[in-house]
C-alpha cells in the first residue's frame, strides 16, 4: 500500500542497534554554549523547525497532531564530547555530580529528550517554540506530551531542587 511504512525487522535487545534520523532541526543556535538547557523551565522561546524526511515519514504519521499542544523530540545530541561518570553542572554549586543525576548531553548513549510546544504544521515541517537543540541534530521521533501521564508536579528532584530556576549558565571553556 503506498505511503505505509515496511515493518522493521526484530531488534536483538543485546544490540547493537541502528537508529535511521527521521529528520534534523532547524534551530538558531549554532553551538553548544548559549544554548538554552531544558528551554521550557528556563522561559526560552526560541522558534525552531523539526523537517521531517518525506521518504522516512510520509506525511499520513503527522494526522490528528492538530491539538496537541506540545510534543516530545527525541534526538541524536551529535556534537557532544565523550562522556564521564562525574560531570559539573552549569548551574547551581560548583560540585561534580553523578552523570545520571543530571542532564548533561554527554552521555554513553547521547539521547536527548525535549519538551516543546508545537505551533503549527506546514507539510513535514514542524514549527515549533521553546527548542534547547543545535541546529542539524537529527531527530529519530516525536511523542504527543500527555499532561496526566507526562506531568509529575509534587515529584522531588534531589540536588536540583536546591538550584534556583533562573540560576545562571556558568560557562565551561
Same mark, same amino acid.
Given at each position: ?49 523539526? +523537517?521531517? %524526511? ?8 503527522? /494526522?490528528? !497532531?492538530? &491539538?496537541?499542544?506540545? @510534543?516530545? *523530540? ?45 505551533? +503549527?504544521? %506546514? ?8 527548542? /534547547?537543540? !543545535?541546529? &542539524?541534530?537529527?531527530? @529519530?521521533? *516525536? ?31
Amino acid at each position: 500500500m503506498p505511503g505505509m511504512a515496511s515493518s522493521p525487522a526484530p531488534i536483538d535487545p543485546a544490540g547493537p542497534f541502528i537508529l535511521q534520523p527521521i529528520g534534523r532541526v532547524h534551530s538558531p543556535y549554532r553551538r553548544r554554549f548559549g544554548t538554552p538547557q531544558q528551554a521550557a523551565a528556563t522561559g526560552s522561546d526560541a522558534e525552531a523547525v523539526l +523537517r521531517l %524526511d518525506p521518504a522516512v515519514v510520509p506525511p499520513a504519521a503527522l /494526522d490528528d !497532531l492538530q &491539538g496537541i499542544e506540545r @510534543l516530545w *523530540i527525541i534526538s541524536l545530541l551529535h556534537r557532544g564530547g565523550g562522556w564521564s561518570p562525574q560531570v559539573m553542572p552549569p548551574r547551581g554549586p560548583r560540585v561534580r555530580r553523578g552523570l545520571f543525576a543530571t542532564r548533561s548531553p554527554d552521555r554513553p548513549n547521547p539521547i536527548g529528550l525535549s519538551a516543546v510546544r508545537l505551533v +503549527r504544521i %506546514d507539510g513535514c515541517d514542524l514549527h515549533v517554540r521553546g527548542i /534547547d537543540l !543545535l541546529d &542539524g541534530t537529527p531527530i @529519530l521521533d *516525536i511523542k504527543p506530551y500527555i499532561p496526566y501521564a507526562d506531568a509529575f508536579p509534587e515529584s522531588k528532584a534531589g540536588w536540583i531542587d536546591g538550584v534556583p530556576r533562573d540560576a545562571p549558565q556558568i560557562a565551561r571553556y
